[in-house]
Antibody, heavy 115, light 108 residues
Framework: EVQLVESGGGLVQPGGSLRLSCAASGFTFGTYDMHWVRQPTGKGLEWVSAIDSAGDTYYAGSVKGRFAISRDDAKNSLFLQMNGLRPGDTAIYYC?????????WGQGTTVTVSS | SSELTQDPAVSVALGQTVTITCQGNSLRSYYPTWYQQKPGQAPVLVIYGKNNRPSGIPDRFSGSSSENTASLTITGAQAEDEADYYCNCRDSSRSHWVFGGGTKLTVL
């Protein structure tokens, strides 16, 4: 069974940092592009960042320069280092794989940025 | 602002047909994926590619695209189809991906 499990969310003050992790299982992790998607409470989905199998990275304009995505294929893990956090970054963060019919979401981890 | 535009809300009578649209220049280059999301749950893929349904998605769901507009059609809407629907695709610049703002479907 393909599974994605996020961790690392929490409450952080504006300007602070958090590192999210996503543990993947049930598929050949290193061969697929991986994404982070977030959703503020009561609002729509927002694509945040992606990393392809070659390690090339992509970012939404709203997080570029503050967030860094990475992966450890040996440990089947995806990461999102979030620096300079703002109240507008408050959301549920999902780890996501989308390759044709292989489309799986984690349960999400909640990030709250507040003083 | 979203680069994929969706109507915020649509309603349909039980058993009737409804179409949810998504507009954006990226759709000239890529087929979108369509997601259904119910309250408190992660999104679920309903359509990918030209018009493909994952295993377990009822055949009343179908997709189509033309020029800069993509459509998700539910033929014979059921009460359990009431949800938020999002389109998603890669930007034509290939530098990022984008979701539409979402359409809240109400089944009357």
């Amino acid at each position: 069974e393909v599974q994605l499990v996020e961790s690392g969310g929490g409450l952080v003050q504006p300007g602070g940092s958090l590192r999210l992790s996503c543990a993947a299982s049930g598929f050949t992790f290193g061969t697929y592009d991986m994404h982070w998607v977030r959703q503020p409470t009561g609002k729509g989905l927002e694509w945040v960042s992606a990393i392809d199998s070659a390690g090339d990275t992509y970012y939404a304009g709203s997080v570029k320069g503050r967030f860094a995505i990475s992966r450890d294929d040996a440990k089947n893990s995806l990461f999102l280092q979030m620096n300079g956090l703002r109240p507008g970054d408050t959301a549920i963060y999902y780890c996501h794989i989308s390759v044709y019919a292989l489309d799986v979401w984690g349960q999400g981890t909640t990030v709250t940025v507040s003083s | 602002s979203s680069e994929l535009t969706q109507d915020p809300a649509v309603s349909v009578a039980l058993g009737q047909t409804v179409t949810i649209t998504c507009q954006g220049n990226s759709l000239r280059s890529y087929y979108p994926t369509w997601y259904q999301q119910k309250p408190g749950q992660a999104p679920v893929l309903v359509i990918y590619g030209k018009n493909n349904r994952p295993s377990g998605i009822p055949d009343r769901f179908s997709g189509s695209s033309s020029e800069n507009t993509a459509s998700l059609t539910i033929t014979g809407a059921q009460a359990e189809d009431e949800a938020d629907y999002y389109c998603n695709c890669r930007d034509s610049s290939r530098s990022h991906w984008v979701f539409g703002g979402g359409t809240k479907l109400t089944v009357l």
